[in-house]
């Protein structure tokens, strides 16, 4: 293996230019005592102590000794503003590749970065400040770390705001018309908008590297103005960059808010807590919600609704610590007692306008009854194919074999279904849209190359 040794290159913070700081320290310099000699000033906090005759007798010493403390003065700045100059820093090529490292060497942390070109000066800038916040955010889970890497988390947001992340995330547009209207756009932005409008049509989202490629095919603008665009329409809150994890709920949200919108006799705040409602609920309850809420008299609607949402809580509540008394009845072998809370759940399954689900539970209350014994050694076997289908997800996603991992969380979704375990088999649902999407994510990175 050829050996090589990394290139150190520090980089320091900007400082003030020095003409102007020499200026004025020379007029402070030349400036004569107004008192007679034999009166000794009083010193303020903020003044200086002034140099000895013999050294200001010597104007050929100043530059020196001004850029001495000019350097001192630059590195405390430096410090307050979070681009030390105490960070050291390694460029090199990775053999073989086009790709580079760079490094940031601090304290108490080593951060690196892979870079497909030699890195820009905001690269390095941004390498800096992320360095500097991290290691001062979480000083004191650096120095007790013992291997637990939740603590650093929070750690996103930093990353986020010095690489400015939301530019390789997916986007969302406001959800409501009205939100998108009480942004004041240019006639620029406007067309972007539209054109972004209309790559989310279908999927609810949009990424933009495919913004970006379509606007320069369509109208042939350069990408530096339209990158300008894009942070602008960022801070403008008309562009929302969306975690990957999340896509999946940001879209059902918007497909929602279509059906909803339309219904009258509703305030903001009722809109928002049907919204969460339905969220939580499958399609079939959601139907059966809408359906209910039409038939509500215009004038009261509201508070019927808020009398409706209540219920279904209570209902929600009531069900899920009857599955988790399920579980502890099965382990105490009390079959009987199993089958009739089954029963109960049942009768809170179609409350909420669950029938299928009802019926299922029906028959497998059914099936308790007739084969208890069978059924109590099924429900571990499925448990353990969805461990083992787990396993197998979290392997692949590691191996960025994103699609075979959800195939892998739908297969696990199935088996929580057949459980009994609807909340698991959503959250699976969901993981496995998260992999599509981080799929989908890494063809466009590997044909922006």
Wanted: aromatic content about 8%; glycine content about 2%; hydrophobic content about 35%.
């Amino acid at each position: 293996m050829t050996e090589f040794k990394p290139t150190y290159v520090p980089f320091t913070a900007p400082v003030a230019p020095e003409k102007k700081k020499e200026k004025k320290e020379e007029k402070k310099k030349e400036e004569k005592p107004k008192k007679p000699a034999e009166e000794k000033p009083k010193k303020s906090a903020e003044e200086k102590p002034k140099k000895p005759a013999e050294e200001r007798k010597h104007p050929e010493e100043k530059p020196q000794k001004l850029k001495e403390e000019k350097s001192q003065k630059g590195k405390g700045e430096a410090l307050k503003k979070g681009l030390p100059s105490d960070i050291k820093t390694y460029t090199w090529q990775m053999v073989g590749t086009d790709y580079q490292i760079m490094m940031a060497d601090s304290k108490n942390i080593l951060i690196a970065l892979m870079l497909d070109s030699a890195p820009s000066d905001p690269i390095k800038a941004s390498l800096l400040k992320f360095t500097y916040e991290f290691e001062n955010k979480f000083k004191n889970e650096i120095e007790n770390f013992r291997g637990n890497v939740q603590w650093f988390r929070p750690g996103r947001e930093l990353a986020d705001d010095a690489f400015n992340m939301f530019l390789m995330q997916p986007q969302c547009l406001p959800i409501t018309c009205e939100e998108l209207e009480c942004i004041k756009f240019t006639p620029f932005e406007d067309k972007i908008v539209k054109q972004a409008q209309k790559l989310c049509k279908n999927s609810g989202y949009f990424f933009l590297a495919t913004l970006l490629d379509d606007l320069i095919k369509e109208y042939n603008i350069p990408r530096e103005r339209l990158l300008k665009v894009f942070f602008t329409l960022h801070d403008k809150k008309a562009f929302l960059p969306i975690n990957i994890e999340e896509v999946g709920k940001e879209v059902e949200k918007r497909k929602l808010w279509n059906q909803v919108s339309v219904i009258e006799g509703l305030t903001r705040e009722e809109y928002d807590v049907l919204m969460e409602d339905l969220l939580l609920s499958n399609d079939e309850s959601r139907t059966d919600l809408l359906a209910k809420l039409l038939e509500f008299k215009k004038k009261t609607r509201g508070i019927q609704l808020r009398e409706e949402l209540a219920k279904r809580r209570r209902a929600r509540k009531e069900r899920d610590e009857y599955f988790k008394r399920v579980d502890e009845l099965l382990k105490l072998n009390d079959y009987n007692e199993v089958i009739n809370t089954f029963n109960h759940i049942i009768q809170l399954s179609r409350e909420l306008g669950e029938v299928t689900i009802a019926q299922e539970l029906t028959q497998r209350a059914q099936s308790y009854s007739q084969e208890i014994n069978q059924m109590a050694q099924r429900i571990p076997e499925l448990r353990s194919q969805r461990n083992e289908a787990l396993n197998q997800a979290e392997m692949f996603e590691l191996n960025a074999n994103y699609l075979q991992a959800a195939e892998q969380f739908a297969a696990a979704a199935e088996f929580s279904a057949e459980i009994g375990e609807y909340d698991k088999a959503k959250d699976y649902v969901n993981q496995a849209e998260r992999l599509k999407g981080l799929s989908e994510l890494s063809k466009l990175r590997e044909r922006l190359k």
